[in-house]
């Protein structure tokens, strides 16, 4: 395969420290953050949704399911942006 090293990539930029002002570098990071929010968001409920109406037959049971998926999304979503922010701004409010 042929790859172009001028092709724009959101997440190299970010990952790599590029010489850009902190201000666009936080801009470009929550652009992503709510990307893969969204993303997981839907990508969690729909496999919460498959599951339930695979394996459930009660509405209780099935909305559950979903519920399960979606926070599991969410979930997955927020440690990898929570990552991400903390590259940024190291210094927590809260020590370890």
């Known amino acids: 395969r042929n790859f172009n090293s001028n092709t724009f990539s959101l997440t190299n930029s970010v990952k790599m420290g590029d010489s850009k002002p902190k201000e666009l570098q936080f801009d470009s990071t929550l652009d992503r953050c709510i990307d893969i929010g969204l993303r997981r968001f839907v990508y969690g409920t729909a496999a919460g949704l498959a599951g339930a109406v695979l394996l459930f037959r009660g509405p ?3 909305s559950a399911v979903v519920g399960v998926g979606t926070g ?9 942006c929570k990552k991400d922010l903390d590259k940024m701004f190291p210094v927590s409010l809260f020590p370890k």
């Open 60 to 62: 209780s049971a099935r």
């Open 72 to 80: 599991f999304g969410l979930g997955s979503a927020y440690t990898e």
